[in-house]
């Protein structure tokens, strides 16, 4: 079992920065791949960007390509996403999730999920 707490949403204006972190307590979290998704009101739930077990490979949607960061501290079993240059279109509840199989960018390839951090992004 895995259980997994998203931190560090808020309320930024365009052009600006925000750090989210995932904190995973399980005993084969390290072993998984992590992925951000976001969900917009009213929108379905999207991928954001995924990293691999070692943390090597990571991969991210077109959207946040160039201003996103997703990286993982195996030793802290802590996920982060840095993501700069905010614009009002990142507004949603972001989620992170585990894939006990390998990375990918579908929501129904997720076996854990967060409860969610909102983020708010003003013109």
């Known amino acids: 079992q895995v259980q997994l707490v998203e931190s560090g949403g808020g309320s930024v204006q365009a052009g600006g920065s925000l750090r989210l972190s995932c904190a995973a307590s399980?005993?084969?979290?390290?072993?998984?791949?992590m992925g951000w998704f976001r969900q917009a009101p009213g929108k379905e739930r999207e991928f954001v960007a995924t990293?691999?077990?070692?943390?090597?490979?990571?991969n991210y949607a077109d959207s946040v390509k160039g201003r996103f960061t997703i990286s993982r501290d195996k030793a802290e079993n802590t996920v982060y996403l840095q993501m700069n240059s905010l614009k009002p279109e990142d507004t949603a509840d972001y989620y992170c999730?585990?894939?006990?199989?390998?990375?990918?960018?579908?929501?129904?390839?997720?076996?854990?999920w967060g409860q969610g951090t909102q983020v708010t992004v003003s013109s």
């Open positions: 999730a585990a894939n006990t199989r390998r990375s990918g960018t579908s929501v129904g390839g997720y076996d854990y």
């Open positions: 990293i691999n077990w070692s943390g090597i490979i990571t």
């Open positions: 399980g005993r084969n979290f390290r072993n998984y791949a």
